[in-house]
């Protein structure tokens, strides 16, 4: 509990900000009292909550140039937020900070069809440019399942995926230039309207930095034409062996497909009775492989992966045959995350990556650790790019199901990092990971991330205490794990309040 003294001095900073933000922000738009500021305590990870000192809501760069630039002279951190749909906790507030929220930088600045781009501001929902260049019979690639809540600020921020990452890339891969903000205020752009530019390529640096290097202020992507045709091949399978001997077959015959998705039994009926797309209620595996191109190739590749399907024992195999289908098909793999909502009263949605090669090995001990645990798993995933989404049901209001669940989580992500994979693939680390990062990294890699931490933020005051672990809690992670397991392989968790990690 905080003294009262503190209490009085956080009040007192949080009226002095306050004046001075409203001394050229819109008041209405600087939040602080307590319930206004709830909304903002975390972001989509609900688990892991904070009330910020203020909340603002600027409407240009020059307002958020002003914020930065008073809480750097006055020593306080700063965490950036766009839509809140973040799985990291990345986006959660810090007690002694400010929220700087980019909700109303929501503009589609301009759609250039001669370069292929669209320049657009941090706000603008993901499928918001697509559906700006859809006159013109452009799209933008990547789509997470969030995209239409999701804006690109915050996909710049974790360098997002999607169901078609697998042939079109991640956030990072359709890029043409970021412009942002340093901690100091100082505007900068990297990248321009070329593919490519000279020198160090920081704009991949900054992309998936979550918030720790700077506050993006303007976005120019890549926009892809529509292809003459894309057809989705829906395959269930009896196990989840064979489900994921298919993925690497399909990749194996020279097929890049489009997208590549895998869920399990309880994610398969959790998306039916949501979306009612038609998934086979009986397979206990089932694979959505998209492929699209000249109306030639899609023939070519769906006869192809229909083939690899029923050779591999597909106990169903249907194909989509126009254009709703193909879109109903997809949106009970989009809408998995919240169907599984219905069937458990609360779930926790991991992210790690691991080789297409691991796919049956990892799921098998999951299944495993499922049952040791006494919790269940909906998986829902990028088959086709290993990115894991193992969904964790649980319910918070059963004594200590929460923490069981956090360390069956962290469990998940050590066996990722075991097999030759990572800990994120595009949710970050946040706050949520910050155990794992020593599984991962060697102190010596840990601080060099720390020194470009300062490069860009000397006085770490952006998004502090998320991203990177101090080199402090991550000898006492190593310390506990070694007298708590000496022979295991897999580092287990230390602590069940994740709260306690911070730096």
Not at 46 to 52: G, L, V
Not at 218 to 244: D, H, I, N, W
Request: aromatic share 6%; net charge negative; proline share 4%.
């Amino acid at each position: 509990m905080e003294s009262i003294a503190i209490q009085e001095s956080r009040s007192s900073i949080r009226r002095r900000l306050a004046k001075q933000f409203s001394a050229f922000i819109d008041p209405h738009f600087v939040v602080s009292d307590q319930e206004t500021l709830r909304p903002y305590e975390c972001d989509g990870l609900s688990a892991y909550c904070e009330e910020a000192l203020l909340v603002v809501l600027p409407d240009t760069v020059a307002q958020a140039q002003k914020v930065l630039k008073i809480c750097h002279r006055e020593g306080v951190p700063v965490v950036a937020r766009g839509a809140g749909t973040g799985l990291s906790a990345g986006a959660m507030p810090h007690a002694e900070g400010v929220v700087l929220s980019m909700a109303k930088f929501n503009r589609v600045l301009e759609i250039d069809i001669a370069a292929r781009a669209a320049r657009v501001q941090p706000g603008v929902r993901n499928i918001a440019i697509s559906e700006a260049a859809a006159e013109f019979g452009f799209y933008y690639a990547p789509d997470p399942s969030s995209q239409i809540a999701c804006t690109i600020g915050g996909n710049v921020a974790e360098n997002s995926g999607g169901v078609h990452c697998l042939k079109y890339g991640l956030t990072v891969h359709n890029l043409l230039s970021i412009q942002f903000l340093t901690m100091e205020g100082e505007l900068i752009t990297l990248g321009g309207e070329a593919l490519d530019s000279y020198g160090m390529d920081l704009m991949a640096l900054l992309t998936g930095s979550e918030g720790l290097l700077g506050l993006v202020t303007e976005v120019r992507v890549k926009l892809l034409p529509k292809p003459e045709r894309a057809q989705v091949v829906m395959a269930g399978f009896a196990t989840v062996s064979e489900a994921g001997d298919a993925v690497g077959k399909i990749i194996a015959e020279g097929i890049i497909p489009a997208g590549l998705e895998m869920m399990d039994s309880f994610a398969i009926q959790a998306a039916e009775d949501f979306a009612r797309a038609g998934y086979p209620l009986d397979a206990k595996a089932l694979l959505l492989c998209e492929v699209d191109g000249t109306h030639e190739e899609v023939d070519e590749h769906v006869a192809t992966v229909v083939t690899i399907f029923k050779n591999l024992g597909a106990t169903s195999v249907r194909v989509s045959q126009n254009e709703d289908e193909r879109a109903r098909l997809w949106a009970g793999r989009k809408s998995a995350f919240p169907a599984v909502g219905r069937i458990s009263p609360d779930y926790y949605c991991m992210d790690g990556t691991i080789p297409r090669s691991q796919l049956t090995r990892v799921l098998l001990a999951m299944e495993e650790m499922s049952e040791h645990y006494n919790l269940r798993v909906a998986n829902v995933f990028h088959a086709g790019d290993g990115n894991l989404h193992p969904l964790i049901l649980f319910d918070a209001n059963v004594p200590g199901e929460l923490e069981r669940t956090e360390e069956f989580g962290g469990k998940i992500l050590e066996l990722c990092v075991e097999v030759g994979g990572c800990i994120t693939g595009e949710h970050g680390v946040g706050y949520e990971k910050l155990r794992q990062m020593p599984a991962q990294f060697t102190d010596a890699e840990l601080e060099q991330f720390h020194r470009v931490k300062r490069a860009f933020d000397a006085k770490t005051l952006l998004n502090p205490g998320k991203g990177i672990p101090t080199l402090r809690s991550c000898q006492e992670y190593r310390s506990l794990n070694m007298n708590l397991m000496p022979n295991a392989q897999v580092a287990s968790q230390p602590e069940n309040n994740l709260r306690e990690a911070r730096g």
